[in-house]
Every structure is written in structure tokens, then in C-alpha cells.
């Protein structure tokens, strides 16, 4: 099993600062399925980045992803209020499929 | 568009048993791969289930292997997970999601809440 693991464990932003959120896999992620969710409380882990780096439909552009093998990141930038939430990165490469999400990077209000 | 909807969530004792529905409409059902992800209150993402869109394929993480089921009505286009033999720590919001193959997943149902508590 792939094991991810994120940070920082919590980011404190204000509204239009950027930040990075890291991603690191204890192994290579085959075919570089790593994708990125958001997730606001109450609600459902919403799609950003798929691939490491191709933002969902939708998306806006200030979110952008990067990385390949063991080391992706996220970048948020110019924060809107919108924004601060709960991020994951989920690994989908391997066979069998033992899907795996990082433990959650959480965006708040400075 | 795509729907996935979750039902079957409800309060059940440890050593219960209880089955989990999620509908699906606006998509080709038998045409996705399907999981059952949940998460505890307060924590991550947890990955569960995995079923192909024949149901040739099943696959299930340690944590509930022997004691969960996922299956498939393509007719009907359904997904259920049958939960035996729950623990405390089965406590979690359970959300139905599919995907493509190589792909994330793309589609979540807004995810019904089972607790196990005595």
C-alpha cells in the first residue's frame, strides 16, 4: 500500500496570499494517478486536480497542481474566502487498486 | 447530470449488521468502476471497496475485509455495501464514488452516516 503523506498539517492564509500544500508518497505513484480533492465541512470531497496536474472541469485557474513520482504539490494562488477548507491528495496508479488518501491539509483564516 | 445518492445509514449496536444503498442516475452505470469510501467523524478519507463495472472484480482494504460485501445491480443501477460484524470504529459518514479505470474519483454521492454504538 502506497502511504501519502501531507504538509503542512494546517496553513494559515489571508485572503489573496498563495500557498503550497506538499503531497509525498512512499512510492512511486504508477502513471501518475495523484489527484487533489477540497472539502468543506458537511460536504462532499469536491475534484480539483487529476493526473498531478490537469485542473477538473470547472476549476478555477488558481488552482494548479505539480510533481511526478513521490513529490507532488498543490498551489493556491491569490486564496479566496471560498477557499479555505480541508485538501487531500488521493493516490489511484496502483493494481490491485488499494486506493489511498493523504491525511488532509487544512486551509484556514489568518 | 450524474447522481449518487447513499440510504441505509441509521444508529446499530456492535456486532450488527446493516446494508448500505447508493443509487445512481445520468450515466451508463455499467460502464464505471464503484467504491464505498467513508470517513469518521472529525477524520480522513478512508478507501473501503472497490467493484468493476461487471463485478468480476472486487477488492476490499484490511480493515473490513471478511466482514463487508460490495455488490452491484446493473439494472438497477445500484451499489451496496452489506456491513456484518460492525465496530465502534466502523463509525463514519459512507459515501458511494466512481471512477473510470487510471482515473480519481470523479463522481461522490453526498454520503449517509452509519454509527455503531451501543
Known amino acids: 500500500e502506497i502511504v501519502l503523506t501531507q504538509s503542512p498539517g494546517t496553513l494559515s492564509l489571508s485572503p489573496g496570499e498563495s500557498a503550497v500544500l506538499s503531497c509525498r508518497a512512499s512510492?512511486?505513484?504508477?502513471?501518475?494517478?495523484l489527484a487533489w480533492y477540497q472539502q468543506k465541512p458537511g460536504q462532499t470531497p469536491r475534484l480539483l486536480i487529476s493526473?498531478?496536474?490537469s485542473r477538473a472541469p470547472g476549476i478555477p485557474d488558481r488552482f494548479s497542481g505539480s510533481g511526478s513520482g513521490t513529490d507532488f504539490t498543490l498551489t493556491i494562488s491569490r486564496a479566496e474566502s471560498e477557499d479555505f477548507a480541508v485538501y487531500y491528495c488521493?493516490?489511484?496508479?496502483?493494481?490491485?487498486?488499494?486506493?489511498?488518501f493523504g491525511p488532509g491539509t487544512k486551509v484556514d483564516i489568518k | 447530470q450524474v447522481q449518487l445518492v447513499e440510504s441505509g445509514g441509521t444508529l446499530v449496536q456492535p456486532g450488527g449488521s446493516l446494508r448500505l444503498s447508493c443509487a445512481a442516475s445520468?450515466?451508463?452505470?455499467?460502464?464505471?468502476?464503484m467504491s464505498w469510501i467513508r470517513q469518521a467523524p472529525g477524520k480522513g478519507l478512508e478507501w473501503i471497496a472497490y467493484?468493476?463495472?461487471?463485478?468480476?472484480?472486487?477488492i476490499y482494504a484490511d480493515s473490513v475485509r471478511g466482514r463487508f460485501d460490495i455488490s452491484r445491480d446493473n439494472a438497477k443501477k445500484s451499489l451496496y455495501l452489506q456491513m456484518n460484524n460492525l465496530r465502534v470504529e466502523d463509525t463514519a459518514v459512507y459515501f458511494c464514488?466512481?471512477?473510470?479505470?487510471?482515473?480519481?474519483?470523479?463522481?461522490w454521492g453526498p454520503g449517509t452516516l452509519v454509527t455503531v454504538s451501543s
Open positions: 464514488a466512481r471512477r473510470l479505470a487510471g482515473r480519481p474519483f470523479e463522481y
Open positions: 445520468g450515466f451508463i452505470f455499467s460502464d464505471y468502476y
Open positions: 467493484i468493476r463495472g461487471d463485478s468480476a472484480y472486487i
Open positions: 512510492e512511486t505513484i504508477p502513471g501518475n494517478c
Open positions: 493526473g498531478a496536474s
Open positions: 488521493h493516490q489511484c496508479g496502483t493494481t490491485p487498486p488499494f486506493f489511498t
